[in-house]
């Protein structure tokens, strides 16, 4: 399959949609950690504004269980650079906010490529 945009969850479509040592280029726009929600706004039939809205996603990161296991997969990968840049970064910032996303970040890297 060539240019196929996928929406979703990275880890998720990597896991559930794309062939093992198939992927050439991955873009991500990453989250901020700007502690906000985001909304979608939608317009009135007209084209005028309108209240109604849906919450798109909250870019809020948190050490949580999904954090501790992520982390633990990048220690199973079999990466070894990744795992000791982890464990590094994990002993030094400790189980904390900033720390959260970064194993979600390296295992979307680790995905192998052909």
Known sequence: MTNHLYYGDNLRVLRDS???ESVDLIYLDPPFNSNAS???????PQGNESAAQIEAFDDTWHWTDTA???FGEVLR???GNASEMLRAMRSFLGENDMMALQPLNLLTASKPSV
């Open 38 to 44: 985001y909304n979608v706004l939608f317009k009135g």
């Open 77 to 79: 990968s079999g990466n």
């Open 18 to 20: 794309i062939r093992d």
């Open 68 to 70: 501790e296991e992520a």
